[in-house]
């Protein structure tokens, strides 16, 4: 049977919800590279980060933080990413300010080249002409993303080379997340 895979997503339309801001330093000093979390590779965080609540509102089991987009996951989350994905995720503990429940921030270490550009409804890349010369040839916007599965090998959790916003997981993640009650998740498959 041919392994399935989804891209996990927040849901926006969770009632109440909160609203995280970009992680800070202790000191609430901006973290230089915050696009680091997005990257796909592993990283070295030398010391606990900050997050601060944007808005107040019912805490998320997974949420992207601030303009960065970091993913930020609460005990149940993380517990399924340690547990099935520890080859694919590094999990660095944050304090998220005025809650005493222990959060982290997820970064997923593998970076796969496998859009399936023709499976796919609509792709568009970055040209040396653009605003953002060094980005030519990666994506600029994915449709209907689907992926070549023959690529992903063993992975279980990992980004797209060239387009950094999804994150992708295999159908057990999935299942593990959804069963756990992972609040503020939701998914589409790839």
Known sequence: MERRFFSLTIDVYVKGRWYLGDPTDTQGKEIDDIWQFRRGRPIELREKLCVPVYRSGAPLDVDFAGVGLTPIVGARAASVFREMASDDVQLFP????????????????????????????????????????????????????????????????????????PIIVDEEIKDALETSGTLGVKFEEV
């Open 94 to 165: 944050v304090e998220v300010v005025g809650e005493a429940k222990p959060f982290h921030l997820l970064n997923v270490q593998r970076e796969i080249r496998c859009v399936d550009d023709a499976a796919c409804r609509s792709v568009q890349y970055f040209t040396d002409d653009d605003v953002m010369p060094e980005k030519a040839g990666q994506y600029r916007s994915v449709m209907g993303l689907r992926i070549d599965k023959s690529k992903v090998g063993s992975a279980r959790v990992f980004r797209l080379w060239g387009y950094s916003i």
